[in-house]
């Protein structure tokens, strides 16, 4: 069993309320025309017309050369984030995905990496965390390399 993990919500509101973003600046602040605007904390668009956040962010804990940073959206007002097993509709709206699998040290594990139309993209991802070496999986945009969520194994409660 997998998990779709967003942007913690500790993160989110830091943001949402004026912090710094990983490369040191406060968000900017624009209004959504409604596409491809996807928050990546409650894993849903952002809907027309409503304030978002444009920010550099880097889903890992330190700096390092694997550590990839990029843009991405957040809604500007507090949201709910997104916790459950099921594929949240944000992740259905692109034809295909680049996931690659990480190990605990926050490396990719060579070899994980693949471009995936989006019909298989969660079998693909739990084939490459049977990998020992795998901790967890990123979804990324394979147009634009941007990072959309996390998967991970959904560990019995």
Same mark, same amino acid.
């Given at each position: ?18 912090? %710094? ?6 968000? @900017?602040?624009?209004?959504?025309? !409604? +596409?491809?605007?996807?928050?990546? +904390? ?8 409503? @304030? ?9 804990? $330190?700096?390092?050369? #694997?550590? @990839?940073? !990029? ?9 709910? /984030? ?6 949240? $509709? &944000? ?10 699998? #990480? !190990?605990? *040290? *926050?490396?990719?594990?060579? !070899?994980?990496?693949? &471009?995936?139309?989006?019909? $298989?993209?969660?079998? %693909? ?6 990998? $020992?070496? &795998?901790?967890?999986? +990123? ?7 941007? #990072?959309?969520?996390?998967?991970? /194994?959904?560990?019995?409660?």
């Amino acid at each position: 069993m997998t998990r779709i993990t967003a942007l913690p919500t500790k993160i989110t509101r830091h943001l949402q309320n004026g912090g %710094q973003d990983a490369h040191g600046q406060p968000p @900017e602040r624009a209004i959504s025309n !409604g +596409h491809g605007t996807p928050c990546r +904390h409650c894993l849903q668009h952002i809907p027309k017309g409503a @304030e978002m956040l444009i920010l550099a962010h880097r889903p890992f804990a $330190e700096a390092q050369p #694997y550590a @990839e940073t !990029g843009p991405i959206f957040l809604c500007a007002d507090h949201c709910m /984030r997104h916790d459950s097993t099921e594929l949240p $509709e &944000v992740l259905t709206t692109s034809p295909d995905y680049l996931i690659k699998g #990480y !190990g605990a *040290d *926050d490396r990719i594990v060579y !070899g994980t990496g693949i &471009v995936i139309p989006q019909p $298989e993209m969660m079998q %693909q991802a739990k084939t490459i965390l049977t990998d $020992e070496r &795998v901790a967890y999986v +990123h979804i990324r945009s394979a147009r634009n390399n941007c #990072y959309q969520a996390r998967i991970d /194994r959904d560990e019995p409660g």
